[in-house]
């Protein structure tokens, strides 16, 4: 369990965590470390953060299935969150999962062969002034075309393998 | 106070009620989920729109959400609204598998009332549903998920009311999940209330699964038989079997929701083992030859050593009517050998507590109100877990909880806890009545000082004892610390936990008669004869068993009446079956002198389950019903004093001959019951309590009730069997690391009573130089009861 953090990330966690009044506020910063660390938060993941927090697993299991760009299964290096709300499905979202899983050969859910990509649909990017909105890994394209995907996803692919 | 009117009909209202409950005043029932009255108002739900017409908002509103205010009209079922609602149910029902026809919610689930309701009657969405994985939440609640409507009251009774953590709301959105992290028991003492508080079948009694219908249920209200706290429940039957109990609503008590051992703790009624039939020797004979015999018996005993060789021992269990019949026969049979606890501590503890001016009687209510709470020896979840319920509302208002207890308490909240030993707490009681400031207390007399300033300038504080720590001296210290403590603006009030579900009765009635020592006395000596014993197990009761089985053995007669297999019923020379609570009418005073009545539910009998064999009902036919033998209590002692068995007029009589009892007989089960109208008076001499020496490398052994497994007729309950843990012994870290001993392992204990071998917890919240163990009947703890002073005691690796 220590593995997915290592000892010294904890001891300051469990710091931080320790000056909080409220320790479920830190319940995002636990997870989004041992997600930046492991790429995903294991069933382990979560029993750790429950420790370093003081709450129970179920505690943080309530947090942690909320969020969607929290990944309680194992997700590809860069994840690809594809909104489907109403702004960018009235912008043609639809199009751009559809263009993403015949470019990708993979439907919502699952990951590339190669281990690159996770195709998502998810609720809402806060991107609905640039809809159709996608996000990978980190980065955020706003006003996507579908003609556009195949060039993003290519220099996407480069980055992520240097 | 607004006035407003609903639907063409005016109401006036306190401050702050909802439209929604303010129509329920004017019997008007607005359809709802998510709304409880314990839980408040959330809104999630959506199905309790009403139209406003005028007033500060307008249109179509949750009433859930909106107050009452003057002038307000609201229509409750306008077109507009109907149409809404319908809709609303639509969507909800869009997921549900219309599964009624296997689930056991069927004919008491609100969503079904609730769709017939909103006038949702044909499906139109036809896509998937979601489903979901059903986790194993235990031996008492099944899961099913995909009836769920996401109202989210389990998590706020679970989270929010009864403080379990391990249990909550996963997901969003479609995904929505309520559960727990893994499969497993829930760990929340309160959690059978989701079976009561799910609108829906996701929750379900698993101890009634394919049990039964509603419609085909006995129900009666009744009272939990479980401890002091006397909380209201609604027990139901069928084919002779006791097959569930569900909380009531009685707003003074329990409120709500009921504890687990309450409600699966019902299992003792239907037992296997449990002797339905009179016995004389272990030879089943007719109620007319058993009585005879038990007559005969007396007649011969009274003619050789005069009536005085007769003693009579009813229980805290036996009924106020038993008790006075008991009472009463004593008298006509001219024994003054007479009392109603085999316990002497609790006896003596009940009596003073029953001596406290009832204004100051706390009422579980009051705990949920107060804003200040000091709990001195009493252990809630293991002597009477609604009252720790009760204090986590007070917490949740702000209130201070304060524990002083030589256990590790466990409350589910936090508390400010103080570890002090058993010999200690007389010191500190000293010290709560004399009110002083100290930021810092350095002694225990100041930490009783600073609390008892804490108390007096606390708005409705309350001070909390258990008889079994505390003893009679104790009660009567603490009597008077709340009263040092009283303002006369806001007294302090005081709750004094008590050995069983009717110990205040027994107290009220034994007045200065003898405690169970003194009959004992009687019997070792010789000078009492016989012993009658009334749903009462001195056997098991008594704290010194080598003692009182000696002392049985001596008697010439041994007459118990009981509707349990007790220890003191295998020893009996004559046996009479009493009924369970459920089977039968009667009155049991709370903990807080409250007198309730609770009415029948079922006849006894054999369930045909058990004379059936769990196959298909008998086919030959006779005259009897197998297993109906057993009669109240009450009603056997009638027939033996000639009178007939006539309820109402024994009730009569108690008020004419007590006026303690005022009101008795006006007693509504479906009430909140009635204080009694005078307290007693205190008791003359308490016998001081003589302290065992424990030598420098010993430990004292204390010995304390538990949540399950300590109460007989719970303890009894197959369905609690699950939940009863195995023989332990808890060791401060101090002394568990001084003997080198490591947790989770076997270790030995010895003591007078002989060597045991149990599994060692290591508890941070305890005192040190203690060893504690739960009170487990029927396990190799069986013979150590709580509420004696502490006994000598040495621990070492098994």
Known sequence: ?162 | MPTLIIDNLTVTVPEGTNILEAARQLGIEIPHFCHHEALGSVGACRLCAVEILAGPVKGIQMSCMVPAKDDMVVDTCSAEVLAYRAQVIEWLMINHPHDCPVCDEGGECQLQDMTVAGGHGIRRYSGPKRTHQNQNLGPFISHEMNRCIQCYRCVRTYQDYCGGTDFGVLGARQRLYFGRFNDGPLESPFAGNLVDVCPTGVFTDKTYRFKSRLWDLQEAPSICPHCSLGCAVIPGARYRELQRRRARTNKRTNGHFICDRGRFGYGYVNHPDRPRHPLVGHRRVTWQEGLAALQNKLQELGELFGAGSIGLLSSSRATLETQFLTKRWATSLGSDQVCFEAHPVRDQGARVAASQPLDRSASLEDVRNCDLAVLIGADPLSEAPMLALALRQAARRGARIVVADPRPVVLPMACERHAVSTDKLARLLRGLSRPQQSALPASLEELGGSLSQALLSARSPVLIGGTDLLGPQGILALLEAAEACSQPEHPCRTMLLLGGPNSFGGALLSADGPGFDSLLEGMEQGRIKALLCFEADPLADFPDRKRIRAALSRLDLLAVFDCAATATVQEADLFFPTTAVEESTGTLINNEGRMQTFEQVLSAGTPIAESAGGSHPPRFFTRDIPGTDPQPAWGTLGALMGRCADLGALRREIEKADARFAGLSLLDANGEGRRIAIPRSRPVALQPAVANAVAPDQLSLLVTETLFGSELLSSLSPCLQEAIPAPFVMLHPQDAMRLKLEEGKKVTLATPLGDLTLILRIQQDMVPGVAIVPRLRGTALESLVPGSEPLPCRIEKA
């Open chain 1, 1 to 162: 369990m220590a593995m997915l953090l290592s000892e010294k990330q904890i001891t300051q966690l469990k710091r931080r965590v320790k000056e909080t009044p409220h320790p479920r506020e830190m319940i995002l910063d636990v997870l989004h470390a041992i997600q930046d660390a492991n790429g995903w938060i294991s069933e382990e993941g979560v029993e750790l953060a429950a420790i370093i927090l003081g709450l129970s697993p179920l505690q943080v299991e309530e947090v942690a299935t909320f969020y969607d760009k929290l990944y309680r299964r194992p997700v590809g290096r860069k994840v690809i969150h594809i909104c489907d709300s109403i702004c960018c499905w009235s912008r043609g979202s639809e199009t751009l999962m559809l263009r993403l899983q015949q470019l990708l050969g993979i439907a919502p859910g699952e990951t590339t062969a190669d281990g690159m990509f996770t195709l998502l649909p998810t609720c809402c990017l806060g991107a609905c002034a640039e809809a159709p909105a996608v996000r990978i890994g980190k980065t955020l394209y706003g006003n996507v075309a579908p003609e556009q995907l195949e060039a993003i996803l290519d220099s996407e692919r480069a980055e992520g393998q240097l």
